[in-house]
C-alpha cells in the first residue's frame, strides 16, 4: 500500500469511533426539584430505585439537582430552569410545593412527585389509579396521621391538658380542624403555633414553656425534617414530651415517631422515573400511597430521662424501640 493510501486509511479508521459517538442519542436528563437541602441518603435511595429498572447515573441517565434550601420562593425559577433546560422527567421532592411548582412550570415534561398528603384534594391530580395529565408519583400520608400522632402523645402523657401543634404556615393543608376535635375528645385544648425560621422555632417554644403545655406534635413538613437535630435538641432542652413524623427524629434522640418509611416513597419514585423513561405515560401510572407501611418508634432513653413510663400497650404495638 502506497503510503498516502496508508495514512488515509489510518485517518478514517481514527476518525470512525469519534463520529459513532457523535451519533449516539444523548442520555436523557432528569431534574430534581426539592423544597430541601441536599439530603445524600435519600438521594441514594431514588438511585437505587432507578438502578432497579435498568438506569445508571453517569452511565444511561444524568440528573441535575436543584434544592431550593428550604426558601420556597425559589422553586418557581428553579423549576422554569429546569423546562428550558429540557429535561426528560422532573423529580419533585420536599413537599407538595415542589410539586406545585413543577406543575405551574410545565404541562408537558412528565413529572415525578413525591407529596405529603393527597394529590387529587390539592388539585394535582384527576384521581389516584388514573391521575391524568403529566404527573404522577406517590403519595405519603403524613398530614392524615397526625391526628392518630396526637392520640399515641395523649397515651404517652395522660395528663396533659395543654397539647402543642406546630406547623409550617408556609403550608396551607395542615389538618388543625380535624386535630381540635381530636384534643376535645381526650379532654386536651390544642395550642397551635407556627414556624418557618430558626427565630420562630426558638419564639414557639419559649411561648410553650410559657403555656406549660404537657406535650407537641410536630406538623409534617419539609423545613421540621431539616431542622431534626434542633427540634429534638430543643424539646430535651425544654423537656417537652414530643411526638415526630419519620423515625430519623427518634434515633437522634427524640421521644416518639409515627409515621411513613422516609425511603419507602423516594426509592418507588425512582422506578416511576424509570419507566417513564422507558416509554410509559405519567397519566398512565397510578399514584401510590404509603398509608400500609406507616411505623411506630420509641425512644426508651428519652423516656426514662422525661420521667416517663412508657405503657406496655403502647411498647407492644411499636414496630422499633430504641434503648
Same mark, same amino acid.
Given at each position: 500500500?502506497?503510503?498516502?493510501?496508508?495514512?488515509?486509511?489510518?485517518?478514517?479508521?481514527?476518525?470512525?469511533? *469519534?463520529?459513532?459517538?457523535?451519533?449516539?442519542?444523548?442520555?436523557?436528563?432528569?431534574?430534581?426539584?426539592?423544597?430541601?437541602?441536599?439530603?445524600?441518603?435519600?438521594?441514594?435511595?431514588?438511585?437505587?430505585? *432507578?438502578?432497579?429498572?435498568?438506569?445508571? +447515573?453517569?452511565?444511561?441517565?444524568?440528573?441535575?439537582?436543584?434544592?431550593?434550601?428550604?426558601?420556597?420562593?425559589?422553586?418557581? #425559577?428553579?423549576?422554569?430552569? *429546569?423546562?428550558?433546560?429540557?429535561?426528560? @422527567? %422532573? @423529580?419533585?421532592?420536599?413537599?407538595?410545593?415542589?410539586?406545585?411548582?413543577?406543575?405551574?412550570?410545565?404541562?408537558? %415534561?412528565?413529572?415525578?412527585?413525591? $407529596?405529603?398528603?393527597?394529590?387529587?384534594?390539592?388539585?394535582?391530580?384527576?384521581?389516584?389509579?388514573?391521575?391524568?395529565?403529566?404527573?404522577?408519583?406517590?403519595?405519603?400520608?403524613?398530614?392524615?396521621?397526625?391526628? &392518630?400522632?396526637?392520640?399515641?402523645?395523649?397515651?404517652?402523657? !395522660?395528663?396533659?391538658?395543654?397539647?402543642?401543634?406546630?406547623?409550617? !404556615?408556609?403550608?396551607?393543608?395542615?389538618?388543625?380542624?380535624?386535630?381540635?376535635?381530636?384534643?376535645? &375528645?381526650?379532654?386536651?385544648?390544642?395550642?397551635?403555633?407556627?414556624?418557618?425560621?430558626?427565630?420562630?422555632?426558638?419564639?414557639?417554644?419559649?411561648?410553650?414553656?410559657? +403555656?406549660? @403545655?404537657?406535650?407537641?406534635?410536630? #406538623?409534617?413538613?419539609?423545613?421540621?425534617?431539616?431542622?431534626?437535630?434542633?427540634?429534638?435538641? *430543643?424539646?430535651?432542652?425544654?423537656?417537652?414530651?414530643?411526638?415526630?413524623?419519620?423515625?430519623?427524629?427518634?434515633?437522634?434522640?427524640?421521644?416518639?415517631?409515627?409515621?411513613?418509611?422516609?425511603?419507602?416513597?423516594?426509592?418507588?419514585?425512582?422506578?416511576?422515573?424509570?419507566?417513564?423513561?422507558?416509554?410509559?405515560? !405519567?397519566?398512565?401510572?397510578? $399514584?401510590?400511597?404509603?398509608? +400500609?407501611? %406507616?411505623?411506630?418508634?420509641?425512644?426508651? &432513653?428519652?423516656? &426514662?430521662?422525661?420521667?416517663?413510663?412508657?405503657?406496655?400497650?403502647?411498647?407492644?404495638?411499636?414496630?422499633?424501640? $430504641?434503648?
Amino acid at each position: 500500500m502506497r503510503r498516502r493510501e496508508f495514512i488515509t486509511v489510518l485517518g478514517a479508521t481514527a476518525a470512525w469511533p *469519534l463520529a459513532a459517538r457523535a451519533q449516539q442519542p444523548a442520555m436523557p436528563v432528569i431534574g430534581i426539584l426539592s423544597s430541601t437541602e441536599p439530603y445524600l441518603p435519600y438521594r441514594n435511595e431514588f438511585l437505587n430505585g *432507578l438502578a432497579e429498572n435498568g438506569y445508571s +447515573e453517569g452511565r444511561n441517565v444524568l440528573i441535575e439537582d436543584h434544592y431550593a434550601q428550604g426558601q420556597y420562593d425559589r422553586l418557581p #425559577g428553579l423549576a422554569a430552569e *429546569l423546562v428550558r433546560r429540557r429535561v426528560d @422527567v %422532573i @423529580v419533585t421532592t420536599g413537599g407538595s410545593m415542589s410539586a406545585r411548582a413543577a406543575k405551574a412550570a410545565t404541562d408537558t %415534561i412528565p413529572i415525578v412527585a413525591l $407529596i405529603g398528603g393527597d394529590p387529587v384534594r390539592m388539585g394535582l391530580a384527576s384521581s389516584l389509579n388514573r391521575p391524568g395529565g403529566n404527573l404522577t408519583g406517590v403519595a405519603q400520608l403524613v398530614t392524615e396521621t397526625e391526628p &392518630k400522632r396526637l392520640e399515641l402523645l395523649r397515651e404517652l402523657v !395522660p395528663d396533659a391538658i395543654a397539647i402543642a401543634y406546630l406547623v409550617n !404556615p408556609a403550608l396551607a393543608s395542615w389538618p388543625t380542624q380535624d386535630m381540635e376535635a381530636v384534643a376535645h &375528645k381526650l379532654g386536651s385544648k390544642l395550642m397551635v403555633l407556627g414556624a418557618s425560621s430558626d427565630g420562630d422555632l426558638a419564639a414557639a417554644f419559649a411561648s410553650m414553656s410559657q +403555656e406549660q @403545655v404537657g406535650g407537641l406534635v410536630l #406538623g409534617s413538613d419539609p423545613f421540621f425534617f431539616m431542622r431534626r437535630a434542633q427540634l429534638v435538641a *430543643l424539646s430535651t432542652r425544654h423537656a417537652l414530651p414530643t411526638i415526630y413524623f419519620f423515625r430519623e427524629f427518634a434515633a437522634l434522640g427524640g421521644l416518639i415517631s409515627y409515621g411513613t418509611r422516609l425511603f419507602d416513597g423516594v426509592h418507588q419514585v425512582g422506578a416511576y422515573a424509570a419507566k417513564i423513561l422507558k416509554g410509559t405515560k !405519567p397519566a398512565d401510572l397510578p $399514584i401510590t400511597q404509603q398509608s +400500609e407501611k %406507616i411505623e411506630l418508634v420509641i425512644n426508651l &432513653k428519652t423516656a &426514662k430521662s422525661l420521667g416517663l413510663t412508657v405503657p406496655q400497650s403502647l411498647l407492644a404495638r411499636a414496630d422499633e424501640v $430504641i434503648e
